[in-house]
C-alpha cells in the first residue's frame, strides 16, 4: 500500500510557553528565531510588567492597600461616632462591609503576587521548557501581550508523527499493518519504520463527504532527515 504521509512533531513534543503577566515583550541581544536550537531552561526574552498599567503588579497592589487604608481609618471613625448615636447603624454597617472588601482584596494581591515591591517590578523571564528548537515566535520585540497569551512554540526533535491519508477500500488492511519503508526526499534508501524504532499508533474509524480518505498515524524516532511540515513516501506492509 503506497501513500503519503505528513511529517509533525509528536504529541507532547511542542510546548507552548505563555506569558505569565500582561506587559511589553523584552528580547534581549540573542532573540528567539524560528529554528534556532535551544536548551532547556535556556532564557529565550522576558515580558516587563512594570511598563504598562495593567500590567504594572506593584501599581495594583498599592493601590489595593491604599483603599484599604482608607476603609480602615473610616470604620475607626465612624465607630466612636456610631455609640454616641451620631452616625446610624446603617452607615455603620456600609462602612465594616466596604472594609472588609478592601482587606480582602489586598491580602488576595498579596498572597497572589508577593509583598516584595523589587520582585513585583521584576521582568518575567521566559526559559525553554524543554530542548529543542524553536518552532515559532508569535510576537515581537516591544508588542503589548496579555496574561496567558502564547509568546513562543518549542518543539522537541526526538520523536516525529507521520500522518497519512489511506483510501476507503484499504481500510480493513490497516489493522494488519506489521511494519512500512519510508521514502525520504533527498534520500537514496529507504527507511524501515521498525528501523526508527516506530509504531502504529492509530487509524481512523469513519469518513465523511468533507473528508473521504481514513488518516493513519505512525510514531517515529527521528533520525535528523525528516523535517516537520514535509512529506514522505511510505508503503504500508
Not at 30 to 35: I, L
Not at 83 to 103: C, F, M, N, P
Not at 116 to 131: D, F, I, R, Y
Not at 159 to 176: E, F, G, I, K, N
Request: proline share 5%; aromatic share 6%; hydrophobic share 40%.
Amino acid at each position: 500500500l503506497r501513500v503519503m504521509a505528513q511529517v509533525e512533531p509528536a504529541q507532547g513534543e511542542e510546548r507552548d510557553v505563555v506569558a505569565g503577566v500582561a506587559g511589553i515583550v523584552r528580547m534581549g541581544s540573542n532573540p528567539p528565531v524560528e529554528g534556532m536550537a535551544v536548551r532547556a531552561g535556556q532564557a529565550l526574552l522576558s515580558v516587563d510588567g512594570s511598563t504598562t498599567a495593567d500590567g504594572n503588579l506593584n501599581v495594583r497592589l498599592q493601590e489595593a492597600e491604599a483603599a484599604y487604608q482608607r476603609a480602615r481609618s473610616e470604620l475607626e471613625r465612624k465607630e466612636p461616632l456610631a455609640g454616641e448615636h451620631i452616625v446610624s447603624q446603617s452607615d455603620l454597617q456600609a462602612a465594616r462591609a466596604e472594609y472588609a472588601t478592601a482587606k480582602a482584596q489586598w491580602e488576595s494581591l498579596k498572597r497572589l503576587f508577593g509583598s516584595a515591591t523589587k520582585s513585583l517590578n521584576s521582568p518575567q523571564t521566559v526559559t525553554a521548557p524543554m530542548a529543542g528548537y524553536v518552532a515559532q515566535v508569535s510576537v515581537r520585540n516591544g508588542q503589548y501581550v496579555e496574561a496567558g497569551q502564547t509568546l513562543v512554540s518549542v518543539s522537541s526533535t526526538q520523536w516525529l508523527t507521520l500522518r497519512a491519508q489511506v483510501p476507503q477500500q484499504s481500510w480493513q488492511l490497516l489493522p494488519h499493518i506489521q511494519d512500512a519503508n519510508i521514502r525520504v526526499p533527498g534520500c537514496d534508501s529507504l527507511l524501515s519504520l521498525s528501523g526508527l524504532q516506530g509504531s502504529l499508533l492509530s487509524y481512523g474509524r469513519q469518513v465523511s463527504m468533507q473528508e473521504p480518505l481514513v488518516p493513519v498515524l505512525f510514531r517515529v524516532r527521528n533520525n535528523a532527515r525528516m523535517l516537520p511540515g514535509s512529506w514522505v513516501e511510505m508503503f504500508v506492509l
